[in-house]
């Protein structure tokens, strides 16, 4: 039996003023709740990513850089469609990929550069 049993969270990292546009992206594009932080930390924002507990953490990197390559997080939606429409509205870039067999999916950048995948499960893949 293996020790792991889910993803609890992923941090993203965000520059010192960027508090106020990670509320707008995750939270507002993106339609995330956000949640309070212990109070023991600082400099950070946290959202819900679904009813299971999982999270996603924006944290400060006083040394921040946006590195853009392809290492990224993946969201699980309700309706990519819905969500692509609202993303579109809001002027975020769609960065279309690769398909996959029941797994629609496309590509964001937060205001941070950081790459999230958007991918709604449809049945089996092949």
Not at 11 to 35: H, N, W
Not at 93 to 117: A, G, H, K, Q, S
Request: hydrophobic fraction near 40%; charged fraction near 25%; charge should be negative.
């Amino acid at each position: 039996m293996g020790f792991v049993t889910r993803l609890q969270h992923t941090s993203v990292p965000m520059p010192a003023d960027g508090a106020e546009r990670a509320r707008d992206f995750y939270g507002g594009a993106l339609a995330m709740t956000e949640k309070t932080p212990p109070s023991s930390l600082s400099n950070i924002v946290w959202f819900e990513a679904g009813p299971n507990g999982d999270e996603v953490h924006c944290f400060v990197d006083f040394e921040f850089e946006a590195i853009g390559n392809q290492q990224h997080l993946c969201l699980q939606v309700n309706d990519l469609e819905a969500l692509r429409a609202q993303l579109t509205e809001r002027g975020v870039p769609i960065e279309e990929t690769i398909p996959i067999t029941n797994r629609p999916r496309f590509f964001v950048r937060d205001p941070f550069e950081n790459l999230i995948e958007l991918v709604q499960i449809t049945g089996d893949y092949d």
